[in-house]
């Protein structure tokens, strides 16, 4: 069963969150020497960013992935990027080497097809292996997507692929997204899920028929390797 962690606002949660992964993440240094974590862009991970970014961490040691881009410059305003480093990379100065950015001002195919091998570089992949990062920070949609994992996505069945570029209806947009293989190898999967928009997805996801295509967040909700973090308004979506 997976860890639930209830705080009374978004700002608590995130601040919750962001000391889970910090402890993470030293576990997997000590082992290692370096720890990946993949990121997800947002309102609330805004918060957590901030967070993070002011609390002392070995951050030489750390390696930034992004689980999603949106197919725009890295200055746009809707890229993940630059929510990331205005928030994280750049306040808890990051290097820049060990920051892995989707490039979103390339063409879609192409900027799945490098990040995939900027990701198989890294962890010394072969074939078909998936990476295991030590941590996945995952969000969820009002429609129970994740990543850029939307409800009827063929993509949603692929288990063998790193990366794909796919286009979101929902907002007539290009997105690079990593595919459930890679979400499903995380050592670690933590959710950060705020809001009472999110409320009838929650319900869906922990308590309708395990249905990915439909709820895609349920892809890896399972098991003592995955966390929710939740505030109280989100959280009402866990009663039965």
């Not at 720890?35 to 901030?50: C, D, E, N, R, V």
């Not at 920070?137 to 790193?162: E, K």
Request: glycine share 8%; aromatic share 10%.
């Amino acid at each position: 069963m997976s860890l639930h962690q209830i705080s009374p606002n978004s700002q608590m949660a995130a601040e919750a969150c962001a000391g889970y992964i910090f402890g993470l993440l030293d576990a997997a240094i000590a082992v290692q020497g370096r720890a990946s974590l993949a990121i997800s862009g947002g309102s609330t991970p805004k918060l957590m960013f901030q967070k993070m970014a002011s609390t002392p961490f070995a951050w030489n040691h750390l390696h930034l992935f992004f689980v999603d881009e949106r197919c725009v410059p890295p200055a746009d305003s809707a890229s993940n990027y630059r929510l990331a480093n205005e928030n994280l990379i750049a306040p808890a100065k990051i290097p820049a080497g060990n920051v892995h950015r989707m490039l979103g001002e390339i063409a879609p195919s192409e900027a799945a097809e490098r990040y995939a091998a900027d990701i198989r570089e890294f962890f010394g992949l072969f074939g078909g292996e998936m990476p295991q990062f030590d941590v996945v920070h995952r969000g969820m949609g009002p429609d129970a997507h994740t990543a850029s994992l939307f409800p009827g996505d063929p993509l949603i069945d692929d288990r063998t692929g790193i990366t794909a570029a796919t286009f979101a209806k929902k907002f007539n947009q290009w997105r690079v997204t990593l595919l459930p293989g890679v979400l499903l190898a995380a050592r670690n999967t933590v959710f950060l899920v705020a809001g009472e928009d999110k409320v009838e997805a929650l319900h869906a996801v922990f308590h309708e028929k395990f249905d990915p295509q439909k709820f895609p967040s349920q892809l890896g909700n399972d098991g003592e390797s995955v966390a929710w973090f939740l505030d109280e308004s989100a959280a009402k979506g866990l009663e039965a």
